[in-house]
């Protein structure tokens, strides 16, 4: 990976489309589903962990395809944006700092400053959820255009779920 910054912006209003979409459609709002966008984060988290294979250090299967890690990950950015949205978070330019190159590791740190959103839910702690959720991008060395593009093909298939009444 040669990019040493990541700009979500345009990201943000593509987010606030779909959850506006799933607002209207099962009569929710972001107040009320604060808890549920924050446990599927952690979830999104899990699996994005379980794709990886990072900490299965009792198995020598190495970890699932390219395409099917960064889908996952894409799930995690996709609740992360809605997170910040309420906030009033437009925009997100983020310079990679990393500072944890072992990835179990830096998976309990975004862990752990997403349950501290339940108590501290404001744009700093946000931000250091957020930025803790990104500088992971490094460590499994995926560019952030596939990143992106990834965001993009989920937003494809959730917007089509929706029409589908998923």
Known sequence: MTEDFIDLSVLFPLQADLDAEIAATHHVDYESTFSRRLLSLLVE????ANETRCFKYWSTKGPSPKERILDEYADGLHFLLSLGIPLGVDHYKHY?????????????????????????????????????????IPLFDYSVEEVGQAYLSKLKVNHKRQEEHY
């Open 45 to 48: 988290l899990g699996e994005f």
């Open 96 to 136: 990679f700092k990393v500072e944890v190159k072992d990835l179990t590791e830096a998976l309990l740190i975004v862990y752990k400053n997403a349950l501290d959103l339940k108590e501290n839910y404001t744009v700093e702690q946000y931000a250091k959820t957020f930025g803790s959720y990104l500088n992971l």
